[in-house]
């Protein structure tokens, strides 16, 4: 073991490093998590549904067991020195109490009597120790990274220093949040391909990200609701992220990753717990054909010149692929199918589309129009595609393949019968989707998929839901897409990198695991969002993470997690703490992180929640903002100056981390073969 730093066993020692206790409550799909302290009680909003819970951060020592389940008004001992994982069920919706015993390491988790006062959560910023920023100039050691004479230059100030026996002398800079990023003067030639270790993947929402056609009315006759449009079609569209391009560019970005943007259902369902609104699929993630392009979106000459256009500028495109699961069915889309399952008395010549409740009655209400128990339901997906709770179809399962997503059919990828594709997909406008001798589900699932590669080169996928379909199916279609980009670039005469994918294991971590092994290049991290409040507090808290994730990608060749501060199933990491400050030291933690790194559109402007009624995680997919604020400009002015800097430079997130020993700043190389850079943290 190396030996380490006085300044990081000075962290290691100090009682500001040690965890804090937060609760993580999630669902399959979503998760979000909240400090608690003995002070006073967490309160959270919670709709019915299953939960778990984990509660981490507990130190100390005790001698405690877990109870099987939650009792209401019962304390809860909790685990010390590691997680503490319990399921919860919640049957009514309404706002839940967790209160925290410093003493006896437990937790009382309680209903409250009645609705409280609705607040803004705010966290508060870490308590945590930390370098005080220096007003004079200070000479740093750099090790052995350049040799003497070696000019560097200060990316923030444009300063050119000098290496003099292994040291130089720079200027601690407090707009840049105490942080010093040095490169050579003497540039290097790199190679033109991407090190997928050093992607910056951003992450584009096409519906909410930018309308190039504004008052344009929707297609499928999807409405808007009059109100907050919470879960409504907002005009995003393929043309409008490639009028955006350059700005995606400014960023330091050499990647994007779309959401889906094949034809969804064209109806709604109600959404939240309590149907207080019409929930579209505009996040992408509710299928009805996944071989044509929502006419919300585009159309195939869109997809081609936004492609064309980003690799114009040596960004790679990432496609979202989803094979677990189909969309809901919905009163447009019965209605325009003419599937036979509306109720006689509902069987009316209106145009359902247009379905709105009565007063008496909330979006969920557009059940009461369908007749759940007939027969003609087997004309639907049918029984052979996908398990769903319909009459004939197989009940969903309790396993992580068999299970219902929130409660989306799923679809039987490991059955080994023929099927033929529902008659109405076969009839849908404009379908690629066509019959085919001996395939199954999944036969037809991976065509449709690769279909896109072989006709627009895509470069990869991000995988959805990977952890509920089998192993084999990702290989066959991490292969499939190989030879799909390989003859596309035959056909087109061109040549590129292997194509990549990067998967979605929800609640992985930053480790090496056997997902690895079905084909994928990368796998999401959700460990680094908590990680960086402390991170964001005082960038040398990320010490232990840095090194942690360096020596794992260096210690295997496959391995590449793709660190994140926002997502559109978590948290927006500016709503945690609505601080442009901490949002700017955010950014230089995740950007110059080991592995690959994805941004969610809007964090480089601290894009904050939107309306969400009582569904969290629609607030997270609000508009991109435009518009800035001289507090958003400084924050973008700053991003792209770290984004720059990594885009630069692969040993950043592909290199070799070393930390340097310093007894008045937190400092570390990264190198890769001849790139070389230093970073040096003075404190705020």
Request: proline content about 5%.
């Amino acid at each position: 073991m190396k030996q380490k730093t006085l300044l990081a066993c000075m962290l290691l020692a100090s009682p500001g490093l040690l965890a804090s206790p937060n609760i993580t409550v999630s669902t399959s799909t979503t998760s979000r998590d909240y400090p608690i302290t003995a002070d006073e009680p967490l309160v959270i909003p919670l709709t019915k549904d299953k939960y778990q819970l984990k509660v981490s951060g507990i130190d100390g020592n005790c001698d405690h067991q877990l109870p099987s389940k939650i009792k209401f008004n019962t304390p809860i001992p909790l685990l010390c020195g590691e997680d503490s994982v319990l399921p919860l069920n919640i049957r009514f919706t309404g706002d839940y109490s967790f209160s925290y015993d410093e003493e006896t390491k437990s937790l009382v988790f309680k209903r409250q009597p009645k609705k409280v006062a609705k607040k803004e959560f705010k966290r508060p910023i870490p308590n945590v120790q930390c370098e005080a920023l220096p007003n004079e100039a200070q000479t740093i050691a750099v090790g052995d990274t350049y040799a003497d004479g070696t000019k560097l230059k200060d990316v923030f100030t444009g300063d050119i220093v000098t290496v003099n026996g292994g040291k130089v002398t720079v200027v601690p800079n407090a707009v840049s949040g105490g942080l010093t990023l040095l490169e050579p003067v003497e540039t290097i030639d790199q190679s033109d391909a991407l090190n997928y270790r050093n992607a910056n993947i951003y992450f584009v929402m096409v519906d909410r990200f930018n309308n190039s056609n504004p008052g344009e009315p929707q297609p499928y006759g999807r409405q808007s609701d009059g109100k907050d449009n919470i879960g409504t079609f907002h005009g995003g569209d393929l043309n409008g992220i490639t009028e955006k391009l350059d700005y995606i560019q400014s960023l330091g970005t050499n990647v994007i990753w779309l959401s889906p943007i094949v034809e969804q259902v064209h109806g709604f369902v109600g959404g939240g717990d309590s149907g207080s609104f019409p929930f579209y699929g505009y996040h992408g993630y509710w299928t009805r054909d996944f071989t044509k392009i929502d006419e919300s979106f585009g159309n195939d000459d869109d997809l081609k010149r936004l492609i064309d256009e980003a690799h114009k500028r040596g960004i790679k495109v990432l496609l979202d692929a989803v094979i677990n699961h189909p969309g809901y069915s919905t009163l447009a889309d019965l209605q325009y199918d003419d599937l036979n399952v509306l109720k006689p008395e509902h069987q009316l010549p209106t145009m359902f589309a247009k379905w709105q409740p009565k007063p008496s009655e909330n979006w969920h209400s557009y059940h009461s129009n369908i007749d759940y128990q007939s027969e003609e339901w087997s004309q639907w997906w049918g029984a052979d595609w996908v398990r769903t709770g319909l009459p004939g179809y197989e009940k969903p399962g309790s396993s992580d393949i068999t299970l219902s997503l929130a409660g989306l059919p799923d679809f039987k990828t490991e059955s080994t019968k023929a099927v033929t594709p529902p008659q109405w997909l076969l009839d849908n406008p404009g379908t690629r989707v066509a019959k085919h001798d001996n395939y199954t589900v999944a036969d037809y699932l991976i065509e449709w998929q690769t279909d896109w590669v072989k006709r627009f080169g895509v470069d990869g996928y991000r995988v959805d839901t990977v952890k509920h379909v089998e192993g084999e199916i990702w290989k066959r279609l991490k292969a499939q897409a190989t030879h799909s980009l390989e003859q596309w670039r035959k056909d087109n005469n061109q040549s590129g990198q292997p194509f990549w994918m990067m998967g979605e294991v929800w609640g992985h971590s930053a480790y090496r695991s056997p997902y690895f092994d079905d084909g994928f290049n990368a796998l999401i991290n959700f460990d680094m969002q908590k990680k960086l409040d402390k991170g964001a507090a005082c960038f040398s808290q990320m010490a232990d993470t840095y090194q942690s994730y360096a020596n794992s990608i260096q210690e295997s060749e496959d391995f590449n997690p793709v660190s994140y501060m926002s997502s559109h199933d978590t948290e927006l990491f500016f709503s945690r703490f609505k601080d442009y400050t901490m949002q700017k030291n955010a950014a230089n933690a995740l950007l110059l992180s080991p592995g690959a790194i994805q941004v969610y559109y809007g964090d480089e402007v601290g894009r904050n929640i939107g309306p969400y009624a009582d569904d969290f995680h629609q607030g997270t997919r609000s508009d991109m903002v435009w518009t800035l604020s001289d507090d958003k400009k400084a924050l973008l002015e700053h991003w792209r100056t770290v984004g720059q800097f990594r885009d630069r430079h692969p040993a950043v997130g592909a290199g070799k981390h070393t930390e340097i020993a310093n007894d008045k700043a937190y400092v570390f190389s990264r190198e890769l073969d001849k790139d070389k850079v230093i970073v040096a943290y003075f404190g705020k």
